[in-house]
């Protein structure tokens, strides 16, 4: 601000609001950073894509249920619409004392005076040592599906494909009906469907679901293997730990999943799944001007599951604490909330719903599923898309 009063030019400079990933406990704080910026509070958001995909419909993506369009946010636009400034890159280290957040790229560093953290989780290889090249995709980053199923299209056209999904959890159920539903509806040779559960089908889902689930996705002849684990994913197969081979000309990796691996590499306090340990206002237990949701915490008055829901929920208290962050005045509490939804998409229109003692599976559970989460993206998607 220069004044023309001859007096010397006082440079005010701006506050900075760093936020770290566009995440599903972020769509908020997006939606309203132009009150940010009115403020007077210079904006950045760094993600290593312009958009940012809903998991809840990535499965649907893979089977052809939605588009990539459909089920992403342009988290870019978003930004630089209400004035923000986007930088396509990764962060890969946050250096509290000096409150900067180094990049991939060239070691760069943005400064900071306020930092949110929603760089969600990651699927470890769990020793499974894989394969340079292959046909192998973790279920996250969900934009890796759209490949998958190019692959799977581009391949199961002259030949009958064995695809194979190591893992019992749910987005392995979601992607092993999905890509039965892709198969047919791209006229596809039938490919051969393996699930490799490991220990159990969904060992945390009520008898039930889990009855439901395997039911539904035994009727389309996909097999599931129960006490039985991979040992190491070669190109073209699978090493069971009973020593045997199973052929795997397409592999996805639903093994669980693990948070950011940014907070650990800065010697920031973290939880035993190396998530940011954050108190009941989701703020680091050491950096008052840190905070973060979703996947990427670890959330220490009561660790939380590894779901969009609770990500979703953090949402309000996040824009609350951050813009209270910058004021000084209180901040707000997080309350995770009672029990939550769950419906799985398990492809060719089958999903199967659970809340409370509540189970059932068929078209209008798909249905029900299918108008939440069309409604969560017509709520945050911009004009756009
Ligand atoms: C196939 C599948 C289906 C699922 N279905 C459901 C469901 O139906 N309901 C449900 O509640 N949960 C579901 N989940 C769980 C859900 O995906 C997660 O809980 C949810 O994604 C967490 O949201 P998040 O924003 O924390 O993380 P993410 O969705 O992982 O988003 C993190 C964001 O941060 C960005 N990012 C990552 N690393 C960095 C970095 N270093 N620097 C900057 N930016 C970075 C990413 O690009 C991404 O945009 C599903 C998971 C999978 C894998």
Known sequence: MSSNTGSPALIMKKKHLVLIGGGHAHMMLLANLAEFVAKGIAVTVIQPSEYHYYSGM????LGGTYTADEIRFQTKTMVEKQGGGFILDRAVEIDPANREVVLEQAGQRVAYDVLSCNAGSQVPDRGLSLPESGDIFPVKPIEGLARARARIIARGKSRSLHVTIVGGGPSAMEIAGNVHQLACRENLLPPTITIVAGHAVLPH???R?????????????ISILTHTRVRQVEPGSLLLDSGESLAADITFLAVGVRPSPIFARSGLPVGPDGGLRVNRYLQSVTEPNIFGGGDCIYFEPCPLDKVGVYAVRQN???VHNVMAAFAGTPLQEFHPG????????????YGVFNKWSLAFGGRPAFSIKDYIDRRFMHTFQTDEH
Do not use: C, F, Q
């Open 209 to 221: 679901v889990r009855r439901l689930t395997e039911r539904s996705l035994e009727r389309r002849e």
């Open 316 to 318: 309000p208290v996040l």
């Open 338 to 349: 009672g029990k939550y939804l769950l419906i799985y998409n398990l492809g060719d229109g």
């Open 58 to 61: 990535g499965a649907g993506m």
């Open 205 to 207: 889902a009520p008898e």
